[in-house]
């Protein structure tokens, strides 16, 4: 039996592997930091949840990537400070976040970590690594529904330019 051909949580990560999960928990701490700074902007109650639902979420990853990399003899990165709560009032309008600039960064953030996942399921060559990052990608894939129905409904979304009517000449092939 070859070293790979066993028990996949017994198989060694490969580099790609290890810095894919390394790279998931740092994110992961960078998103629970900046989220919890964007709940004090916040003033819309949907997007609150949706910030305390991502940081949740954030913080299983961060656990879960932590717990592989330690397994594997791989140190994890350091853990940032909690940000206190800080009353919206308390904040000077000029140095706000706005509700549709949290909502578009958090869709922009949830966006690239599709990507990141997408990357991570196609270089793993553990099965229970790949299915990890597939479990994380259907989360993201969730969220991104969520994060775009808020978007939507609260007039948020700024579409790039739509197409309302072809022009008369446009060839169709």
Not at 70 to 96: F, H
Not at 106 to 133: H, K, M, P, Y
Not at 146 to 151: H, P, Y
Request: charged residues 25%.
């Amino acid at each position: 039996m070859g070293i790979l051909s066993g028990n996949p949580k017994e198989e060694p990560m490969h580099f790609g592997e290890i810095f894919s999960t390394w790279q998931s928990a740092l994110t992961a701490r960078g998103a629970v930091s900046c989220y919890q700074a964007f709940l004090n902007h916040a003033g819309d109650k949907e997007l609150k949840k949706v910030l305390e639902d991502l940081i949740d979420q954030a913080r299983l990853e961060m656990k879960e990537c932590d717990q592989l990399l330690v397994k594997n003899g791989i140190p994890t990165a350091p853990i940032l400070p909690e940000r206190p709560q800080v009353k919206l009032e308390d904040i000077p309008p000029g140095a706000r976040f706005t509700d549709p600039e949290i909502a578009a960064k958090i869709a922009a953030d949830n966006s690239i970590g599709l990507v990141a996942c997408s990357q991570a399921i196609g270089q793993s060559i553990r099965e229970d690594i790949g299915a990890l990052f597939a479990k994380y990608h259907v989360t993201k894939t969730a969220f991104g529904v969520r994060i775009l129905e808020l978007t939507k409904k609260k007039g948020w979304l700024i579409p790039p330019p739509l197409q309302y009517k072809r022009p008369d000449d446009a060839v169709v092939e």
